[in-house]
Nanobody
Framework: QVQLVESGGGLVQAGGSLRLSCAAS????????MGWYRQAPGKQRELVAT???????NYADSVKGRFTISRDNAKNTVYLQMGSLKSEDTAVYYC??????????????WGQGTQVTVSS
């Protein structure tokens, strides 16, 4: 069984920074893609950023230049460094990981979500 545990959300003023972390644990053989998504009240969940196992990244246009995704493969952890935060970044942020378990089964998991609130 594989689990994702997120941390790092909170309340921050506009223009400030936050760093989110998401650690995967359990019977992991490998993790391919990891990413962050967010869902604001009344809106659909949207992609924020993704990163492959070799470090290729993809960002939503709305966060390019402000957010940076990174990962530590040895720790099965993905990070999201968020800067120049805006009120429209307020949302629940979810971590996602796609990989293979020790029993060679594919997994596609979501974290429990962490609230990010940006006050203006």
């Amino acid at each position: 069984q594989v689990q994702l545990v997120e941390s790092g959300g909170g309340l921050v003023q506009a223009g400030g920074s936050l760093r989110l972390s998401c650690a995967a644990s359990g019977s992991i053989f490998s993790i391919n893609d990891m990413g962050w998504y967010r869902q604001a009240p009344g809106k659909q969940r949207e992609l924020v950023a993704t990163i492959t196992s070799v470090g290729s990244t993809n960002y939503a246009d709305s966060v390019k230049g402000r957010f940076t995704i990174s990962r530590d493969n040895a720790k099965n952890t993905v990070y999201l460094q968020m800067g120049s935060l805006k009120s429209e970044d307020t949302a629940v942020y979810y971590c996602n990981a796609i990989g293979i378990t020790s029993w060679k089964h594919r997994f596609d998991l979501w974290g429990q979500g962490t609230q990010v609130t940006v006050s203006s």
